[in-house]
Structure formats: C-alpha cells, structure tokens
C-alpha cells in the first residue's frame, strides 16, 4: 500500500485547505483512515479517523474547524482546514491499511 498525500502549502491566519491522501496498491477501498500532524519540536498527533463506514473521529481541541471525509471511487481521504492558525504550522501525515504518506507541509503566517 502506497499514500501520497498532497495539498499542503503556505497561506494566511484565517484561510482554509483541503489536503489529500490518495491510496493505491491496496485492493480493498474501503479501509479506515487517518489524519496525523507533527509540529516542530514536538511528537506526531493524531488528528481525526474516519472509519470504513464513514464515521468520523476527531481530537477533541481539533473539533469545529477539521472536517475529514473520502471518496472511496477515487481511494481518496480529504482533511478539510478552515479558520487556519499560526498552531496548526505542521507536517500532515496520512495513515492507512498500516501504511504513512510522506507528509504535507502547511504552514501558517499571520
């Protein structure tokens, strides 16, 4: 199984992005997903899941501002970023079927 994840970049506090994990190599679709992050300085954290069936997790601090969906036609799990802050400047990671993307940089500037 193979993530790629994409969809980061630099922008300003308050705007929004959507970033993409794309799977291939893995014949079943429908596997659970997940968002993790890694600041500088600090461990990686989870940030939200989303199940087989399309249920939704989220960190709790992360709540209101994340949305995580897929598109399973397209092996494609999306993490929605709205109202970004300077605190959400990280490495976004992708995890799969036990497998990590390489990680998208966002970085945020006021």
């Known amino acids: 199984v193979q993530l790629q994840a994409s969809g980061g970049g630099e922008v300003q506090t308050g705007e929004s992005l959507t970033l993409a994990c794309t799977q291939s190599?893995?014949?079943?679709?429908?596997?659970?997903a997940g968002w993790y992050r890694q600041k500088p300085g600090e461990q990686r954290e989870w940030v939200a899941s989303?199940?087989?069936?399309?249920?939704?997790y989220y960190r709790d601090s992360l709540k209101g501002r994340f949305t995580i969906s897929r598109d399973n036609s397209k092996k494609t799990v999306y993490l929605r970023i709205n109202s970004l802050k300077s605190e959400d400047t990280a490495i976004y990671y992708c995890?799969?079927?036990?497998?990590w993307g390489q990680g998208t940089q966002v970085t945020v500037s006021s």
């Open positions: 995890n799969s079927a036990n497998a």
């Open positions: 190599g893995n014949r079943d679709k429908d596997v659970n």
């Open positions: 989303i199940a087989s069936n399309g249920e939704t």
